[in-house]
């Protein structure tokens, strides 16, 4: 026998290599699955993916922002209505992201992929719920179950979009460098999200904005003296979310069709469906994932509090009325500008220690503020620094829950699929520590006595807010930081895990290639 057969007999047999196909004549090297799914993936792959991410934090970042002032001072709703609103909200998103992420991991796999259909399903429903959030219906009796129901509609769809297409980071490379790229690229977009989402709704509706009175005129800065001023903010608010509802759309179309989504687990044997409450007790169960999630848990609380209260210290606690939403601006243009550095920075130092340096690196820059006298350059310098610590808390998370998921797979290897879970479970937590935030700001300033619609606070507000943009965000950095002190997954394990997953996957694959080879042999 000849070399060169015996090699081409040995490649064809054995090792999964590239199949020639003739077109006219012309040779044509077909890539075999493992050669597609090792393939780089293009820079052009990696930006309609991030697009893909903008629409959550674009709709995130208008509702977070807007809808409690939306709901009080143009709806006219009943605070304590407007609170339930909010809270049951909050509560439904979050019970939603398991459930879904559960369904996600038993969707059967189609020629367009297992995420792709529940994105491309939930898109139009989901922005057409989210417009009618900002309608205020012609009814009076009924109109807090007007919101309260679309509200939660709004927040099921988007949650049947938001986790899969987390998820689909697993599905669009096994190559732990893409996907860490390609999450780089996806938090760049998704931070540029929320400077889109701050300046289209805010710059529309800033437009029709009712001008507050000093706490003297009391009796007259109510808005439902002016029922033309309402009219306009209605209408800018209605504007402004088919703005975003269209951008949402586009965003789900250029993800659809610029993202090819790899069966991974294509050549892998065929594995049983887990209940709900097993997949459950095996992801819990996972000790690198609790401790990870519980880290960015309390560190996400932190620039929560930060993000959700950093507008009201600017405008009462420092007096800056004319200038905090700039401020807010250089805040999320920090953030966009940075993760490419981060992201840098994990690949040549690794991500624990990104974590560390990330992640505490505002805590200086959050003292400082409240320590010296009200000072817009001092204001400035420290919202480029946050804006740098935002970027690590956006990048951080979604760059090394696939190096958990990881690490399950090489530690159970006859229990596979259930990426969704590992993925909602965090969206869930992330969320949990979003309501938390939420009502941790609104009852604290409750108490200290904050009045709406006014343009000077007492001493007990300004104090408080104080404490919810420096000293309770710098103690919860410490408590995540002193859990993920004990995060196991370091990079020497995570080149471990990644060399054991490809040999799982050239194995099988040879598997296959043998299997099919069989009836060739006893014919």
Request: hydrophobic content about 50%; proline content about 4%.
């Amino acid at each position: 026998m000849a070399r060169g057969e015996g090699a081409e007999q040995f490649s064809s047999g054995l090792l999964p290599t590239a199949k020639t196909l003739t077109q006219d004549g012309i040779k044509i090297a077909k890539l075999s699955p493992q050669q597609e799914r090792k393939r780089p993936l293009t820079v052009w792959s990696k930006v309609c993916f991030a697009i893909g991410g903008a629409p959550y934090q674009i709709t995130g970042t208008a509702l977070g922002f807007f809808l409690q002032i939306f709901l009080l001072d143009v709806a006219l709703l009943d605070p304590l209505n407007a609170s339930v609103i909010l809270f049951v909200g909050r509560a439904w998103d979050a019970v939603t992201d398991p459930t879904v992420g559960f369904l996600v991991s038993r969707t059967p796999w189609t020629r367009h992929g297992r995420m792709m259909p529940w994105i491309l399903v939930s898109t139009i429903p989901a922005v057409s719920f989210y417009f009618l959030i900002w309608v205020v219906p012609p009814i009076e009796q009924g109109k807090m179950m007007w919101y309260l129901l679309f509200y939660c509609l709004f927040q099921t769809l988007q949650t049947c979009f938001h986790v899969p297409y987390s998820a689909l980071t697993m599905f669009i490379s096994t190559e732990q460098r893409e996907r860490d790229s390609a999450t780089a690229y996806r938090m760049t977009i998704e931070v540029f999200g929320t400077v889109i989402g701050t300046a289209v709704q805010g710059q529309i509706v800033g437009m029709a904005v009712t001008p507050c009175t000093f706490p003297n005129n009391s009796s007259n800065h109510s808005v439902q003296g002016n029922n033309s001023q309402i009219l306009n903010e209605r209408r800018a608010y209605m504007i402004a979310s088919g703005v975003i509802s269209v951008i949402y759309v586009l965003c789900a179309v250029v993800l659809f069709f610029g993202v090819r989504e790899q069966n991974i687990q294509g050549g892998l044997k065929a594995q049983k469906h887990v209940s709900f409450r097993t997949g459950l007790r095996l992801v819990i169960g996972h000790e690198p994932y609790v401790k990870l999630v519980l880290a960015f848990l309390f560190t996400s609380l932190a620039f929560m509090l930060l993000e959700g209260n950093f507008a009201l210290f600017i405008k009462y606690t420092l007096g800056f009325r004319e200038d905090f939403q700039n401020i807010l601006l250089v805040i999320m243009l920090s953030a966009t500008v940075t993760i490419p550095m981060w992201q840098w920075f994990l690949c040549r130092f690794g991500k624990k220690t990104a974590v560390y340096i990330g992640i505490t690196w505002a805590v200086p820059f959050m003292i400082l503020v409240v320590c010296v006298e009200s000072n817009l350059i001092v204001s400035y310098i420290v919202s480029i620094a946050a804006g740098a610590s935002v970027a690590a808390a956006f990048l951080l998370p979604w760059s090394m829950l696939p190096d958990v998921v990881d690490d399950f797979k090489v530690q159970n290897p006859t229990s596979q699929g259930h990426e969704a879970i590992f993925y909602s479970f965090y969206v869930f937590f992330t969320k949990f520590a979003s309501g938390v935030s939420l009502g941790v700001s609104t009852l604290s300033l409750s108490f200290a006595g904050y009045v709406t619609g006014v343009c000077v606070q007492s001493d007990s507000v300004n104090l408080t807010l104080k404490m919810l943009v420096s000293a309770a965000p710098v103690l919860l950095i410490a408590l995540g930081l002193l859990i993920f002190k004990t995060y196991p997954i370091d990079e020497e394990r995570r080149q471990y895990n990644n060399k054991q997953l490809q040999m799982l996957l050239r194995s099988e694959e040879q598997e296959a290639e043998m299997e099919a080879l069989k009836p060739d042999i006893t014919a």
